[in-house]
């Protein structure tokens, strides 16, 4: 009996201790020298109106911080998406900071229809001393309304 405990105890830090080796490896492959954090999302404002907001946090003072290309999709049965628009950094420079540790804001807001569903791929960068790194988040997806 003691036997079939020790070999249970056994098997089930065995389970726990390669769970945790598989989840690390999947962090690492998501790390970056530049980039610590990251998110953006998608709110739904009045008059039809969908504001994309993103927030990067570099692993220092980064020489450029920000969002490259926010790409927004659109759909009227959330189910099946399209590519609508791209907004690059080079159009909207209010996409990208300089000489920060972080940037927070909401550089694009545009106009949807009502009814429609919206989300974005937004490619997050950062970089230093002319090494970047760039990831791409996905937002929620919102309905814009009246």
Known sequence: ???????????V???????????????????S??????RAGCTALSGSMVAVTVD????????????????????????HFYHLRTFSYEDFPAMMTHNAY??????????GVAGCYYYANVDVY?????????????TNVVQAAN
């Open 33 to 38: 020298a530049h980039l610590d954090a990251y």
């Open 126 to 138: 950062a970089a230093k001393d002319g090494s970047s790194s760039t990831r791409t988040y996905m």
């Open 13 to 31: 830090l065995t389970f726990f201790m390669l769970g945790g080796m598989i989840a690390v490896a999947y962090a690492a492959t998501d790390a």
């Open 56 to 79: 990067v946090d570099g692993t220092g003072l980064m020489d450029d911080i920000g969002a490259v290309n926010i790409h927004v999709y659109r759909s009227t049965d959330n189910k």
């Open 1 to 11: 009996m003691k036997h079939k405990r020790k070999g249970l105890i056994a098997s």
């Open 102 to 111: 972080y940037y927070y804001d909401t550089p694009i807001t545009f106009q």
